[in-house]
C-alpha cells in the first residue's frame, strides 16, 4: 500500500474581494451566434492587443526569458529514475475565471475518464510547477464554452491544493506567483503536507489571478494609473474575469519518476 506523511493544513486566509473587480465581470453583450473566439469587451481598450487567433494555446514569449528555466527542460534523475517527470498538457487543463476559493480545476473530475490517475499514487515525492497560458480553446476541461479569445495578460497568480480523495476542502494549499506566460513556476515540494492514502492523490487549481486587469486599468486614460488600480483592488494583481479562458500546464514529479528542475519555492 503506497503512504504518504501528512501535515494537514488547517487554515487559510480568505481573500479581499475588491469593489471594482466585480464590476470587471459584467458581462457585454455576447453574440450567440458567433462561429468563432473573439476578443472580450469587458476591459478592451484600443491600446490593448489580443493573443493569437490561431487554435490551441497562444505564445506569450520566448521561454529564454523564463526566469526560472525552460518549460521543457529534462529533469533531474537523482536516484536512478528513467521515467520523465510528468506534463499535463495533453489534454491541458484549461479553465474560467472563479470567485476566490473556487475551485476551477481537479484532476479527480476535470479530466477525462480514460486519463490514467495512477500518475498521482505516491509514496514520498509529490513537487509540482506550473505554467500559465493563453488559450483559443473552444470549451474548457468541463465543457464549458470559451466565448473569448484570451486577453494578453502577462502573468499570473496560481493556487493549488493537494489533497486526498477521502479529504475535503484545503488540505496542502500553496499558490505560486508572479509566474510569467508560457514559463514554469518555482519548484513546490508537497511532500509531508498530504494526507497518508492509499488513493491517488488530486490536484485541483483555485485563487487564480492576473494582471491583466491592471494592464487594462492603465490602458483606459493618462488618469489611470498603477496608483489609481492598486486603490481600486486591480494591480498588481486580480482574480481572473469569470468570462475569461486560460490554460495552465500541471508538471508532476513523484518518487517514481526524474524529479523537476528549477529552484524551489519552498
Same mark, same amino acid.
Given at each position: ?6 501535515? *494537514?493544513? !488547517?487554515s487559510?486566509? *480568505? #481573500? #479581499? ?5 466585480? @464590476?470587471? =465581470? ?17 476591459? $478592451? $481598450? ?7 487567433? &490561431?487554435?490551441?494555446? &497562444?505564445?506569450?514569449? /520566448?521561454s ?21 517527470? %510528468? ?11 472563479k470567485? /476566490? ?5 481537479? !484532476?479527480?473530475? =476535470? ?9 498521482? %499514487?505516491?509514496? =514520498? ?20 464554452? @470559451? +466565448? ?18 477521502? &479529504?475535503?476542502g484545503?488540505?496542502? %494549499? ?13 519548484? %513546490? ?9 492509499? +488513493?491517488? #492523490?488530486?490536484?485541483?487549481? #483555485? ?6 486587469? @491592471? ?9 489611470? !494609473? ?5 486603490? *481600486?483592488?486591480? @494591480?498588481p494583481? =486580480?482574480?481572473?474575469?469569470l ?16 524529479d ?7
Amino acid at each position: 500500500m503506497k503512504k504518504a506523511r501528512v501535515i *494537514l493544513s !488547517t487554515s487559510f486566509v *480568505l #481573500l #479581499l474581494g475588491f469593489a471594482l473587480s466585480g @464590476c470587471s =465581470d459584467k458581462t457585454a453583450s455576447k453574440g450567440s451566434n458567433n462561429s468563432g473566439n473573439v476578443t472580450n469587451p469587458i476591459g $478592451t $481598450t484600443s491600446g490593448s492587443t489580443t493573443g493569437s487567433s &490561431t487554435s490551441g494555446s &497562444t505564445s506569450g514569449g /520566448s521561454s529564454s526569458s523564463c526566469p526560472y528555466g525552460s518549460p521543457s527542460e529534462p529533469g533531474i534523475a537523482d536516484a536512478g529514475q528513467s521515467l520523465n517527470y %510528468y506534463r499535463l498538457n495533453s489534454p491541458p487543463a484549461v479553465m474560467h475565471g472563479k470567485n /476566490s476559493w473556487e475551485i476551477a480545476f481537479s !484532476t479527480a473530475s =476535470d479530466l477525462p475518464s480514460t486519463f490514467n490517475q495512477n500518475i498521482f %499514487y505516491t509514496d =514520498d515525492r509529490f513537487s509540482i510547477r506550473v505554467i500559465p497560458r493563453r488559450t483559443n480553446r473552444g470549451t474548457d476541461s468541463r465543457g464549458i464554452s @470559451c +466565448d473569448y479569445t484570451s486577453s494578453p495578460f502577462k502573468k499570473m497568480n496560481i493556487g493549488v491544493n493537494v489533497r486526498s480523495v477521502t &479529504t475535503s476542502g484545503i488540505g496542502a %494549499y500553496h499558490q505560486f506567483r508572479d509566474v510569467p506566460v508560457d514559463c514554469p513556476s518555482r519548484v %513546490y515540494e508537497f511532500e509531508g503536507l498530504f494526507p497518508i492514502t492509499s +488513493d491517488p #492523490l488530486i490536484i485541483e487549481l #483555485l485563487n487564480v489571478e492576473w494582471d491583466y486587469s @491592471c494592464i487594462s486599468h492603465q490602458a483606459s486614460g493618462s488618469q489611470y !494609473t498603477y496608483e489609481t488600480g492598486e486603490a *481600486l483592488g486591480l @494591480c498588481p494583481y =486580480d482574480r481572473v474575469w469569470l468570462t475569461e479562458c486560460f490554460e495552465v500546464e500541471i508538471q508532476l514529479a513523484t518518487d517514481g519518476t526524474k524529479d523537476l528542475p528549477g529552484p524551489r519555492a519552498n
